[in-house]
């Protein structure tokens, strides 16, 4: 199985000006994809961030925990994708042209898709903008790293070592 149509890397997004081109410095802070699930907005550092794929084929694994949808072929590698909807105990949704697979890197050797609704752009996001998150870590919330409230929009930043804690 192979994937057909690639979206474009996150460094042809930095590059090709899809992301955010800010002139002042607003101080350290963190690079983030930013994509939608619903009509909320979310962030994962690009850091951990391998690359964004069109959605292809994705093969059904038989006995799969609950969110996982099945796995692609990326170039000779086996990746796992998981619905980042169920994840975060939305409703699912038909898989559409805008939906994509963010391929994310949890250490040297292993990597999951998550599926979202749409990949927005590459944005730097100040520290001082950042709240974390205080309170249990419960289910969904355990995979918030924290709240960012910048330019006009509420960006949920997602934890993604904490969301794939245990997962082999």
């Given at each position: 199985?192979?994937?057909?149509?690639?979206?474009?890397?996150?460094e042809?997004?930095?590059q090709?000006?899809?992301?955010?081109?800010?002139?002042?410095?607003?101080?350290?802070?963190?690079?983030?994809?930013?994509?939608?699930?619903e009509?909320?907005?979310?962030?994962?550092?690009?850091?951990?961030?391998?690359?964004v794929?069109?959605?292809?084929?994705?093969?059904?694994?038989?006995?799969?925990?609950?969110g996982?949808?099945?796995?692609i072929?990326?170039?000779?590698?086996?990746?796992?994708?998981?619905?980042?909807?169920?994840?975060?105990?939305?409703?699912?949704?038909?898989?559409?042209?805008?939906?994509?697979i963010?391929?994310?890197?949890?250490?040297?050797?292993?990597?999951?898709?998550?599926?979202?609704?749409?990949?927005?752009?590459?944005?730097?996001?100040?520290?001082?903008?950042?709240?974390?998150?205080?309170?249990?870590?419960?289910?969904?919330?355990?995979?918030?790293?924290?709240?960012?409230?910048?330019?006009?929009?509420?960006?949920?930043?997602?934890?993604?070592?904490?969301?794939?804690?245990?997962?082999?």
């Open positions: 199985m192979n994937l057909t149509t690639e979206a474009p890397s996150v042809q997004m930095q090709g000006g899809i992301m955010d081109e800010e002139s002042a410095y607003l101080g350290p802070g963190i690079r983030c994809v930013l994509f939608t699930l009509n909320e907005v979310y962030g994962i550092p690009v850091r951990k961030i391998r690359e794929l069109r959605v292809g084929a994705i093969r059904q694994v038989a006995g799969a925990t609950y996982v949808l099945g796995v072929n990326v170039r000779g590698v086996i990746v796992t994708v998981v619905d980042a909807r169920i994840l975060y105990n939305m409703p699912s949704r038909e898989i559409d042209d805008l939906s994509r963010i391929i994310v890197e949890l250490d040297g050797e292993r990597t999951v898709g998550i599926l979202v609704d749409f990949v927005m752009e590459v944005k730097d996001i100040p520290e001082d903008k950042i709240e974390s998150l205080s309170g249990s870590k419960d289910k969904a919330s355990r995979y918030i790293q924290g709240i960012a409230h910048f330019q006009d929009d509420v960006i949920i930043l997602i934890d993604v070592d904490n969301m794939f804690l245990g997962v082999d």
